[in-house]
Every structure is written in C-alpha cells, then in structure tokens.
C-alpha cells in the first residue's frame, strides 16, 4: 500500500508532461514578425523630404498605428495617395 502514493504521483507527472508537449505541439511555431512599410513628408531645410520608414508590428499592435507613430518619430506626417500622383 505505500507505494500506491508514490505510483499516483508518478501517474500524474508523466500525464502533465504528455499535455505539456500536446500543448507545445499544438500551438505550433511562433509566427514570423510582421513589418510596416510608411512613406511621410516632412520640411527639411526648406525642402521637402520624403520619409521612408519599415517598422516591426509585434503581436497585439496596430499596423496602421505602428506605421504611423514610426513617420511621426520621423518629424514627418503621412503621405496621402493624392500626393504620389
């Protein structure tokens, strides 16, 4: 009867292992990061400027948003498509 604990807990550590891994399995690689390319205009000594910026949008974020905050980073604003005509 003393060993029934001991088999118990054993039981159960090898069935929590085998869902861990069913788990891991399951869910499958990680995604590849997504990126956000942004064009923006901005005043440069008294020229215009283009602004390029590429950005990493990371799990949860916006892509518009995350673009847009990168061109203001810049000291730019966004390009509207009017204006790449």
Do not use: C, N, W
């Not at 090898?14 to 861990?20: C, L």
């Not at 069913?22 to 956000?36: D, E, K, W």
């Amino acid at each position: 009867m003393t060993k029934l604990p001991g088999l118990i807990v054993g039981a159960l550590l090898v069935s929590s292992g085998i869902a861990a891994v069913g788990h891991a399995v399951a869910a499958g690689p990680p995604s590849p990061p997504q990126l956000v390319a942004a064009y923006g205009s901005a005043v440069v000594d008294g020229e215009r400027a283009v602004v390029h910026t590429v950005s990493v949008v990371r799990p949860g974020e916006s892509p518009a948003a995350v673009a847009a905050a990168s061109i203001a980073a810049q000291g730019a604003r966004p390009i509207s498509k009017a204006e790449f005509t």
